[in-house]
């Protein structure tokens, strides 16, 4: 929406209203788009510590398995709870927009991770959450792209994520191909492939290596789906094939 982006180091909370917030005792639910493993352990960590400093109790917390029907089911039970702070990460931007709206319209804020949904304005959520994804992509990219030039090899090929509603994945995907494209003029981009879940990220990889022989090196868009391409490649007796991913596990 052109607002300006800030780092959290802008967000200070004085004694006084600290002191403040712990005596309302407000309440708090999360609905995740998915548990994963170490990105959501440790945004929860990060979240808990914050709300234990403030006597802020967290009364839920939910995860979609990056089904969006699923998720608005679960904003539906939340709602019930009547939390006073809602955070979220949607998994899908237009079919999650109907239930997030009706968060609006209660008196619970809304707080967004990577996402906002279709059809909000920054006056109906507290701020979105995120980070430089575009930056995350480019370093996934040039990573690899170095990496194949330092070791003679000249065949990529893309594990893309395939949901054009999801935001953050989108632009990392997005910087990491152009990168590839840009920057690095002697590396094919063979194929890509496009996942929606990660349960189909094995069978998919098995097959896209298949038709693709010659590829030496793949961009994985996170750390789970590339964890199946490594077994799908180890299956398949290709571990000649380069693999640079991002996030934490």
Request: proline residues 4%.
């Amino acid at each position: 929406f052109g607002e300006k982006a800030e780092t959290a180091d802008s967000l200070i909370l004085t004694d006084h209203e600290m002191e403040v917030i712990r005596a309302r005792n407000y309440t708090a639910a999360i609905s995740f788009h998915y548990a994963g493993k170490s990105w959501m352990q440790l945004h929860l960590k990060g979240i808990k510590e914050i709300f234990d400093n403030l006597n802020i109790s967290l009364i839920a917390s939910t995860d979609a398995h990056f089904n969006p029907e699923l998720q608005c089911k679960q904003l539906e039970s939340i709602q019930i709870l009547e939390p006073d702070i809602i955070i979220a990460i949607p998994t899908d931007n237009e079919r999650t927009a109907k239930a997030f709206k009706e968060i609006v319209k209660s008196p619970s804020k809304l707080v967004l991770i990577a996402n906002v949904p279709n059809g909000l304005t920054p006056e109906d959520y507290v701020t979105c959450v995120s980070t430089n994804e575009h930056s995350h992509g480019r370093n996934m990219g040039q990573g690899l792209g170095e990496y194949m030039l330092r070791h003679g090899l000249r065949n990529a090929g893309l594990v893309r994520h395939g949901a054009k509603n999801f935001y953050t994945t989108n632009q990392r995907d997005n910087a990491a191909e152009q990168v590839l494209i840009e920057e690095f003029p002697e590396i094919t981009i063979c194929g890509t492939l496009e996942f929606e879940s990660e349960s189909e990220v094995f069978q998919k990889t098995t097959e896209f290596i298949r038709r693709y022989p010659t590829i030496e090196a793949l961009y994985v868009s996170w750390d789970r789906p590339a964890m199946e391409v490594i077994s799908a490649l180890s299956e398949a007796n290709r571990t000649d094939i380069a693999v640079v991913t991002g996030d934490l596990d």
